[in-house]
């Protein structure tokens, strides 16, 4: 343990990344398929901890309803703050991403428990709705 859950967070990012960079195989191409939701048919899941991180290190740009909002001319905006599933995502090896995604996502509910945080896993698309509800009722009070 660290001396927060995000730095922990981000000693699991910086983990995942060593196994990453040891392994050829896995090659991001930049195509941007995996932000560009609708096209690509499927939703970025992440913890309402890597959210936080995401909005801490990225904002809270306006929303797109087809893609990641962050992702912004054709490039990741928030490279920083990004999900361990946009880290270890690869249109190169699907089967070998997913097999990298479930080792470092079970330290990341781990570090839940170590901390005794509400473990919340959704879609982007959830965590973004919720946070815009509350940041609208913060208006009106
Ligand atoms: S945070 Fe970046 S890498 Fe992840 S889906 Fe959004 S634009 Fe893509």
């Given at each position: 343990m660290s001396g927060s859950p995000q730095g922990d967070l981000r000693k699991i990012y910086e983990q995942a990344a060593a196994e990453i960079s040891g392994?050829?195989?896995?090659?991001?191409?930049?195509?941007g398929r995996c932000c560009r939701f609708r096209e690509a048919g499927h939703e970025l899941y992440l913890t309402a901890l890597e959210f936080e991180e995401m909005v801490a290190h990225g904002g809270f740009p306006a929303g797109q309803e087809d893609r990641c909002?962050?992702?912004?001319g054709g490039l990741c905006a928030n490279r920083e703050g990004r999900a361990l599933a946009c880290r270890s995502y690869f249109c190169s090896d699907e089967t070998s991403s997913a097999a990298v995604t479930e080792r470092w996502h079970k330290a990341i509910r781990e570090l839940h428990e170590e901390w005794d945080l509400p473990y919340v896993y959704q879609s982007l698309g959830i965590h973004w709705n919720q946070r815009e509800e509350s940041a609208s009722k913060e208006v009106e009070t």
């Open positions: 392994r050829p195989e896995l090659i991001c191409e930049l195509s909002p962050w992702y912004q």
